[in-house]
């Protein structure tokens, strides 16, 4: 996977909730998948949750690239129910549908994927992954061991559309950044007096994904 430039800028910010919004082909997903794959290889015995209001839409869309992604030799186990993948590295890739609550609420991760996240109650599952980003795995550490930051991760992914998270992300990202084909400033003109620092908005545009076929 080799990133367009404006997809890098996404990989290489530190915030923790990312929200990265783009019609069909922008490339949200492989993007997303990326991030996800890059913490996965870099976080031993972590946790990471794939959330989507179907299992049929993870197997269809995010488990599909996951695959993609993963080479065979690096995954120790692959079951379907319940859908979930072990790394030899011991990081677990757990997926689960939007109403399965009870796990999600016992869930303690340091990655936490929301896909397809515009359906009202995926407000419910993001307020869950922020109080269920807490795997000590997240943790970083210098080299006398002292606590010296996180790579804790919550991802939002979803087409564009006036939904929870217009206001309650968008118009609260200190962050928002965008492909070269859409105009970010009517978001930057209502975002909030004080928005907040840990959170980033992408907007992309499927014309700036110069690796789908020109017809």
Do not use: C
Not at 83 to 103: F, Q, R, T
Not at 167 to 192: C, G, M, Q, W
Request: no cysteine.
């Amino acid at each position: 996977f080799v990133p367009l430039e404006h997809q890098a800028g996404v990989l290489q910010r530190k915030e923790t909730f990312k929200l990265v919004l783009g019609g069909y082909g922008s490339g949200k997903t492989t993007l997303t998948t990326a991030d996800f794959f890059a913490h996965a290889l870099t976080t031993p015995n972590g946790r990471g949750a794939v959330v989507a209001q179907t299992l049929d839409q993870v197997q269809r869309t995010v488990w599909r690239e996951i695959k993609k992604f993963i080479p065979d030799h690096l995954i120790k186990k692959e079951t379907k129910r319940p859908m979930e993948m072990p790394l030899i590295n011991g990081y677990e890739i757990l997926v689960y549908a939007s109403d399965d609550e009870e796990k999600i609420r016992s869930l303690e991760v340091d990655y936490f994927y929301i896909e397809e996240a515009s359906a009202p109650r995926m407000k419910f599952i993001f307020d869950q992954a922020t109080s269920r980003i807490r795997r000590p795995t997240g943790k970083i550490f210098d080299n006398k061991g002292n606590e010296i930051g996180s790579k804790y991760q919550i991802m939002v992914v979803s087409n564009p559309e006036d939904t929870w998270y217009m206001e309650d992300f968008i118009l609260k990202s200190k962050h928002i950044t965008a492909s070269p084909a859409v105009n970010k400033e009517v978001y930057e003109k209502l975002r909030i007096e004080n928005p907040t620092e840990q959170y980033h908005t992408f907007l992309s545009s499927t014309r700036d994904n110069t690796y789908l076929p020109k017809d």
